[in-house]
Structure formats: structure tokens, C-alpha cells
């Protein structure tokens, strides 16, 4: 392919006679078809091309990759061979949920670039041979001349020939909803991206005007087609669940096979100084024995427990506005440390919404947000109110704009220009009726807007038959056209001093980053024809101005506060100009008196080193580009945090992908933005990502419970075991028997029993109610926390004495009577620890255990009181009937273990916090 041409030249600052010599087109007769044909050969379809996928095989074979799933089923093989077909089965039913986990998550990687291909119109308009023609998208070329229209969307970047009105919605590129004004003029070379006024973007959308463009880039070589090849070379990085399952597996299979072989080989020791001779039968039973306590010793049930405990809170999340794509994602919010969002349609509503109008003696604040019409209108001033000089202010504004204001699926949404919008909802507001007050006031000339005027200027008839002209534009220009200005229900000559004091006020909205526009009437005695610009735009009375802005978010800056609060830091960085950022970021509590500010240019003087030396100083970013946003989540995560990165546009994508979380938003938000984001916020709610990230703690939290009810339950079993066959059982020789402490039944039953439902209700248990205090964890933090490691290890110090004890004062009356007491103390003790695990660090008395962990264990006791009553499961699992004293061991042993729990729990909160303060 040659060379794209956007490397050839800076076509925002040549001529537009230059951009079409050096593209070797015509503006009138474009180009012809043999040499479209050629260019397309030579430069490639105008289409972002799909990269090729792993195949489906080889994505499912990584899935293997893993010492989790190894040792799963290694331990489903041995159970199959000793007879254990139905826990292999249970075991392999397991491995299939983590690796179907795994291979779903594989394709979302490409499905940016397949959006980003839909985001081009079908066809387009363009001059070939001198004629109009509608062409494929994909066959646009270099040197194609672009016919845009209101509501065309541009396939290709483009230099702007002619542009009359033109009016551009570049959100989809920018992520900035206000309107972007284009010209034909050349601009300087270093001009950014979002401030090249003579370029049309592809992807973008034309608002209003109409215009001509000669194609520059096509492709992959436009600015939306670098977007998608940064995103291709993003390698999405694994999750900190994702690195805890890995650390597990190791762990727990190095341990599993260690003391595996150890007590099976001290077993076959035993057995042959027993005996003097090793059976063949024995060491089937010994393998069995092994085997059952390699499935004891992993959590098998960890891949679905996890599973569901994300899943539970994925629909909890999508109630509450927020939809998960890639489950491992929801435990990451949990450890969010900073939090990188856009500004409009995030911190703001991404709408723009007067807020203030002054009113040539007076002013108001006005409220709401949005394109809804609905607010209130204050006076700021203790003077009182003007009613009529409102409505007469606000019919001037609707009749002097051309936009709608539609409700579509109860949202309110603006077609034509979005400042438009806001005075429509504005005079809504007011009590100015849109439809009602147009078909009574026709339209019957205009002066069009452009940047040379800088306003526009309307004629419409009035019921009463008579004809007003209504003036809307940029202050300093209607303020020069005007002789008069309204005061107290008339008009009266308009001074020096006047012009002085609405220029100064002017200027005030305009340093609170309010677009202000002026709006003015002219009473006209006779309509000239034709219409003279001149003749009619003059000796205008000066009614007002209106300061528009797109405003933050109510929720927003409830959820900036609450976010610092927890130790969440909030990032703007934004394509808006420096004021206006600065505005919001304060309005939201995101810039404090001692944070920085840099914009785009600042930011391309600065060195990687010298930008990580600063990261943590600055909270505000503004004009900056897609190329900054990724550097700054790449700055970001060198320091080690948990990046979270919100967006709407396609320019967000690769920082979207590249962030530890990418969050986008579901109604303003483009597919690419979507496909590459984590999560999507169905409401563009900002306030939801904290409502996500209590709880991605709190499934995170639970993961813990689980895990450390599970491991000390397995680590007890096997300690146990270990001791009572390396250092006990020999004695028992002494009665000629079998030395095994627990059959492999035995041991395969209690393992079903904890991994089972009281397992998974712990993993549905309720937040604890301090954990939004609590600060976020660190990324490189393990699994195996203080409060997990604990616990184990206070299991392992108050159970394993007490099963040895119970154990071993029961061996006189037989080696079955002792399988059965531990078996049934195991079971129990096991049932109780549940309750315990309930929370790591509140007692049982503070966080009750819940509805569905108390019927769980209840269940649990009531299948093994049937199976001890049934004779022919009691001697499938090769116990005995339990005597009144062996249920008082057993209950007396669950209860000393729970109040034992609850007491060292109580004790090492009290030392912890202590040690705090």
C-alpha cells in the first residue's frame, strides 16, 4: 500500500486551491472513475479491516494453560479409576464452567474494530466526471470531492473547500457535545485535532449548513482508523482475580501433592511395618485414600463459586444501571484506585443548559439540566421579577432557532443545534410554548448565521398582523447593532454606559465558562424587497443574555465526594477548552487549591519522566487528544494503582481498553466506546461507577470468605489426617486393623459437604457495613490477606485438638466408632465455621449470618441425620450409629470452635484497631 497522504502534508494549513493541486482533483468535476479505480488499488478500500482472530481451537487449548484446572483433573482421573465416578463427574463439571469462563472472555478483543466499521455511513454523495453521484463508502479514494448536507454522516476525512452554516457534531471523535463551527480558512500547522476548523472528520456528523470537502485519508489512514489500530495493539492485561486464581493454584497444588505423597507413602510405611508384607488390596485403599484428599486439599469448587458469585453481581449491577461485560471486571472495580473520566456526558449531562440570563437590569439563576424543560427561574437580585421581559426574552430566542426539541423513550433529545436546544428548554421553562408560539409567529425571512456574522437574524409575523425581527448571536455583535434596550416594559435609547455594563457582565458568564449569546427584536413598520442585510439589521433593542454551559451532574459530585472519601482518586481529562474543564472540575470537587492543570500542548512538551514525577499532582487535563488519554492511563499504571477510565467516544476506545477497567456510557456512548469498555453504564450516570465499586468489594469480599472457609476446612481435614496416620495410627496395630484415620468416602462426603451450599450462600453474603471505609486494596495484594490467613490458621489451632482429642479418646471402642465421631465433628464443626466465616473481621453478633447461610447448614445437618438413619447409606459411607456420648462431643465441639472463632476475632479486631490509633 503507498504511502497514506496524510503524511504528505498538513492539509489544515495549506489553501484549499493547494489541498486540490497537490490531490490532482477538481473541484467541479472531481475525479473520474479510471482514476478512482487506480487510487483504489493503490491506497485500499476506505474501511478499518478486521485483524485476524486466533482460531477457536487454539483460544480453548489456553484455557488448559493453567495449574488450577491441571490439578483438577488429575484428581477427577484418580477418582474415576478408584471407582469414584460420580465426584470425577462433579469435578469435570467444575473445569467446564472456569474454562467456558475463559474462552467467552476471549471475544471481545476484536469487536472494537467491528463497531468502529459500522460507525461509516453506507454511501455518500461525491463528484465523479462532472456528475453527483451515491457511492459505496468503501470506494471513496485521495482526491474524492464530498457533497456533506444537515444529517450526513462524513466517511472520510476531509479538507473543507465550501462551508456555508456548516456545523459539525464531532462527540463521537472529541467526546465534546457542543457544535463545532467550520471554515474553509487554513489554520496553523500545529494545531491540534479537535481545533482543525477546515478539517471533517469520518465518523463525525454534519448538524446544520452544507459544504465541500476534497477526501484526504481514507481508512485506516483517517483519525478514526489510527483509533482502531491503537486499540489492535492494546494487549488486554489480566485482572487481579484472574492473578489470584493463578496464585491459588499454584499454591494449594503445590501443597496438595506434597502432602499427598507424604502420607500416602507414610501410610505403605506403616502398614509394612505392621504386617511385614504390603497387599495389593491395601494399596488400592491407601491410593483411594490419597486420592480423596488431593480433591480435600483443591477447592473444586472455587471456578463456580467465583463464577456465580460475579454473575449474582452482574445482575445486581444491571439493576442498578451498570452492565458488565467481562466478569473478572466486576472484582477489579473493587481495587480502583483512580478513577480517569471525561467530562461531558459523565461528570456533566452532556447537554447544554442555560443557567443564567441577564435581562439588561436584572438576573437569573435557572435550574434543571438537560434538554428536559423542566426547572425553575430565580431572581438573583432582590428586585422583582420581570415575567413579560422573561417571555418576551424567550420567544425571541425560540423563534430566532431552528432546532426541535423531541421526547423519544421518555428522553428528551435536541435535532439541530444543541445551544439551540438549550434556550428551547429554556423558553419551555418560562412558560413559552415551542409549537404553539411558532405556528402563531411564521417565519417568513432569515439572515443565516456564519462565522463571518456571527448571528442570525429571523423575520416573523405576529397574530396581531404586525412584523418582528429577532436578532440571536455573539454579544459583541448585537450589542454594535442595537440603539435601544428594554427596561421596565418599554424600550429606551441605549448609552455608552449600557453597552460598558452588559459587556462587563458578559464577560463575567464568560469566565464561568457560560457560552453567551445575545438575543434582541426589532419592530419592523414595512418588509423591503428584497431582503437587505443592511436594511434590516440595525436599530435593534437589546432584550438580554444567555449563559449556557453543559452542567455537571448532581450525582456526580455526590459521587466525586464519596469517591475521595474511600480513597478513590477522580482524574479529569477532557477535549474542552481549559476554562471550562477547570469550571466543572472545580464544580464537581475534583480540583482542590492545591492540585495542577495541564492542557494537550503542555503535556506534549513534557517527558514520559517527567509526566510520572507530576501524575499524581495534576487532576485536570484539558484539550487534550486520544494519544494523551492513553499516555496518561499508561503513566498512571507505571505507578502501580488500579486505573479506571470512563468515556463515551470513539477517541476514549484505546484508553478504554488499555485501563484496568474501561467504563462507557450506554446512552451517549458510541459501539466503539462500548466494545472496548469493561463496563457500560446504561444511565451515563457517573454516581453508578460507586454504587459498581461497593460492589465489586463486596464480591470480592465474599470471594475471601469463601476461600478462607474452604481452606481451613481443608487444611484442617488434612492436617488431621496427616498427623493422626504419621504419628497415632500406628498405635492403633495394637487392635490388628485398618490404620487409616477417615475412609476415602468419608473424606469425599465432607468435602462435598463444605464445598457445597453452605460454600456458595457465604458467597452471596451481604456486604459488611463498614467496607466503603475501607481503603482500596493494592494491586500486587494476595488472596491470603491478614483476615484470610487468620482465620486459617485459628481453625487450624482450635479444630485439629479437639478432632484428635474426640478421635482418640473414642479408638477403645474401635476404629469405626472413631471414623464415625470424627466424620460427624468434622461435618459439624464444619457447618459452624460457616456461620463464623460469615464476615472476617466482624463478629457473629455484629453480622448476622443471613437467611440463606442459615437454611444452607440447616439443610446440611438434616441430609446427614438421614443418611445416619438409613442403614444402607450409614454402611455405604462405613459409619456407625452414633451413641448419645459421641453427639455430645460432637455438639460440644462445634459450639467450643464457634465461640473460640468469635473470641479471637473480637480480640484481634480490638488489638488491630489499637494498634491503629
Not at 496524510?6 to 486540490?20: G, M
Not at 456571527?454 to 454579544?475: H, Q
Amino acid at each position: 500500500m503507498a504511502k497514506p497522504l496524510t503524511d504528505q502534508l498538513h492539509w489544515h494549513a495549506v489553501e484549499s486551491s493547494d489541498a486540490i493541486t497537490a490531490l490532482k482533483s477538481d473541484s467541479k468535476r472531481g475525479l473520474s472513475d479510471n482514476e478512482a479505480l487506480h487510487r483504489l488499488n493503490v491506497y485500499g478500500s476506505n474501511q478499518i479491516l478486521v485483524e485476524k482472530r486466533v482460531s477457536p481451537f487454539k483460544t480453548l487449548t489456553r484455557q488448559f494453560a493453567n495449574l488450577l484446572i491441571a490439578i483438577l483433573l488429575i484428581a477427577a482421573f484418580i477418582s474415576a479409576i478408584f471407582g469414584e465416578i460420580i465426584d470425577a463427574l462433579v469435578i469435570l463439571v467444575m473445569v467446564l464452567l472456569a474454562v467456558s469462563l475463559g474462552y467467552l472472555q476471549q471475544y471481545r478483543a476484536e469487536r472494537s474494530l467491528e463497531s468502529l466499521k459500522k460507525m461509516l455511513a453506507p454511501t455518500c454523495s461525491v463528484i465523479r466526471d462532472t456528475n453527483l453521484r451515491e457511492i459505496s463508502v468503501e470506494k471513496i479514494v485521495p482526491g474524492d470531492i464530498l457533497i456533506l448536507e444537515a444529517g450526513d454522516r462524513v466517511s472520510a476525512d476531509s479538507r473543507l473547500l465550501e462551508a456555508f452554516n456548516l456545523e459539525m457534531n464531532e462527540a463521537a471523535l472529541t467526546g465534546e457535545a457542543a457544535p463545532v463551527t467550520k471554515t474553509i480558512q487554513a489554520v496553523d500547522e500545529k494545531t491540534g485535532v479537535s481545533d482543525r476548523s477546515n478539517i471533517v472528520f469520518a465518523g463525525t456528523t454534519v448538524i446544520q449548513g452544507r459544504g465541500k470537502a476534497i477526501v484526504i485519508a481514507t481508512g485506516k489512514c483517517s483519525e478514526l482508523g489510527k483509533i482502531a489500530i491503537e486499540v489492535t495493539a492494546i494487549v488486554q492485561e489480566t485482572t487481579p482475580l484472574e492473578q489470584r486464581m493463578k496464585e491459588i493454584g499454584r499454591k494449594l497444588g503445590a501443597i496438595s501433592i506434597i502432602l499427598v505423597a507424604v502420607i500416602a507413602a507414610g501410610t505403605l510405611l506403616e502398614e509394612y511395618y505392621r504386617s511385614g508384607s504390603i497387599e495389593l488390596d491395601s494399596v488400592t485403599r491407601i491410593f483411594l485414600f490419597a486420592a480423596a484428599l488431593a480433591v480435600a486439599a483443591v477447592p473444586e469448587a472455587l471456578p463456580a463459586i467465583v463464577t456465580g458469585s460475579l454473575a449474582i453481581g452482574m445482575r445486581i449491577m444491571a439493576r442498578h444501571g451498570a452492565l458488565i461485560r467481562r466478569l473478572p471486571a466486576v472484582e477489579t472495580l473493587g481495587c480502583t484506585q483512580v478513577i480517569c473520566c471525561d467530562k461531558t456526558g459523565t461528570l456533566t449531562k452532556g447537554e447544554m443548559t442555560v443557567r443564567e440570563v441577564f435581562l439588561s437590569d436584572r438576573s437569573y439563576e435557572v435550574t434543571g439540566a438537560g434538554y428536559e424543560p423542566r426547572g425553575r427561574i430565580i431572581p438573583l437580585q432582590t428586585t422583582m421579577e420581570d415575567p413579560e421581559g422573561l417571555k418576551k426574552f424567550s420567544k425571541a430566542a425560540l423563534l430566532s432557532s431552528d432546532a426541535f426539541l423531541l421526547q423519544e423513550e421518555g428522553r428528551w433529545i435536541v435535532k439541530g443545534d444543541t445551544t439551540e436546544g438549550a434556550l428551547l428548554a429554556f423558553a419551555e421553562k418560562a412558560g413559552v410554548k415551542i409549537d404553539e408560539t411558532r405556528n402563531a409567529n411564521p417565519r417568513i425571512g432569515e439572515f443565516s448565521f456564519s462565522s463571518e456574522r456571527k448571528r442570525l437574524t429571523t423575520i416573523n409575523e405576529t397574530p396581531e398582523g404586525s412584523t418582528i425581527a429577532y436578532m440571536k448571536g455573539a454579544p459583541e455583535v448585537v450589542l454594535s447593532l442595537c440603539s435601544q434596550v428594554r427596561e421596565k416594559d418599554d424600550a429606551r435609547e441605549l448609552v455608552h454606559d449600557d453597552k460598558t455594563r452588559i459587556q462587563k457582565i458578559s464577560t463575567q458568564m464568560a469566565e464561568k465558562s457560560f457560552r453567551v449569546l445575545a438575543i434582541a427584536e426589532k419592530q419592523l413598520s414595512s418588509i423591503p424587497s428584497p431582503l437587505v442585510e443592511k436594511d434590516i439589521e440595525s436599530d435593534f433593542t437589546f432584550l438580554g443574555l444567555a449563559g449556557i454551559l453543559d452542567p455537571p451532574r448532581q450525582d456526580a459530585i455526590h459521587a466525586v465526594a464519596t469517591a475521595k472519601t474511600v480513597g478513590i482518586k477522580p482524574i479529569m481529562i477532557t477535549g474542552d477548552h481549559l476554562q471550562t474543564a477547570l469550571a466543572v472540575a472545580k464544580a464537581t470537587g475534583i480540583f482542590g487549591n492545591e492540585d495542577m492543570i495541564l492542557t494537550g500542548s503542555q503535556l506534549d512538551k513534557l517527558t514520559d519522566e517527567a509526566l510520572e514525577e507530576n501524575i499524581e499532582a495534576v487532576t485536570v487535563y484539558a484539550r487534550v487528544s486520544p494519544n494523551h488519554k492513553l499516555r496518561l492511563v499508561d503513566a498512571w499504571k507505571k505507578t502501580g494503582e488500579i486505573i479506571a477510565m470512563t468515556g463515551d467516544g470513539v477517541n476514549d476506545a484505546p484508553a478504554l481498553k488499555k485501563a484496568d477497567i474501561g467504563i462507557a456510557m450506554g446512552i451517549t456512548g458510541t459501539d466503539v466506546a462500548k466494545e472496548a469498555a469493561d463496563l457500560i453504564l446504561a444511565d451515563d450516570n457517573f454516581a453508578t461507577i460507586v454504587t459498581a465499586i461497593e460492589l465489586g468489594r463486596w464480591i470480592y469480599d465474599n470471594i475471601k470468605k469463601y476461600l478462607a472457609y474452604l481452606l481451613q476446612a481443608n487444611f484442617v481435614e488434612i492436617a488431621v489426617m496427616t498427623i493422626a496416620s504419621l504419628l497415632i495410627l500406628p498405635v492403633i496395630g495394637l487392635y490388628g486393623e485398618q490404620t487409616l484415620p477417615l475412609l476415602a468416602t468419608q473424606i469425599l462426603y465432607v468435602n462435598l459437604a463444605t464445598d457445597g451450599l453452605p460454600a456458595i450462600a457465604l458467597g452471596f453474603s451481604p456486604p459488611d457495613s463498614d467496607l466503603l471505609k475501607r481503603p482500596p486494596r493494592q494491586k500486587n495484594e494476595s488472596v491470603f490477606t491478614s483476615d484470610v490467613t487468620s482465620l486459617i490458621i485459628m481453625a487450624l489451632l482450635i479444630q485439629t485438638p479437639v478432632l484428635l482429642l474426640g478421635f482418640f479418646t473414642s479408638l477403645p471402642e474401635g476404629i469405626a466408632v472413631a471414623r464415625s465421631r470424627m466424620f460427624l465433628m468434622l461435618i459439624v464443626i464444619e457447618l459452624v465455621m460457616a456461620l463464623n466465616c460469615r464476615s472476617l473481621t466482624h463478629t457473629i453478633f455484629e453480622a448476622k449470618p443471613h437467611k440463606w447461610l442459615m437454611i444452607s447448614v440447616a439443610f446440611e445437618i438434616l441430609l446427614i441425620s438421614i443418611i445416619i438413619l438409613i442403614p444402607v447409606t450409614r454402611i455405604a459411607l462405613g459409619i456407625v450409629y452414633p451413641t448419645a456420648n459421641d453427639l455430645l462431643w460432637v455438639v460440644a465441639s462445634a459450639l467450643e470452635t464457634m465461640l473460640s472463632i468469635e473470641f479471637l476475632k473480637r480480640y484481634r479486631k480490638k488489638f488491630f484497631m489499637s494498634g491503629l490509633t
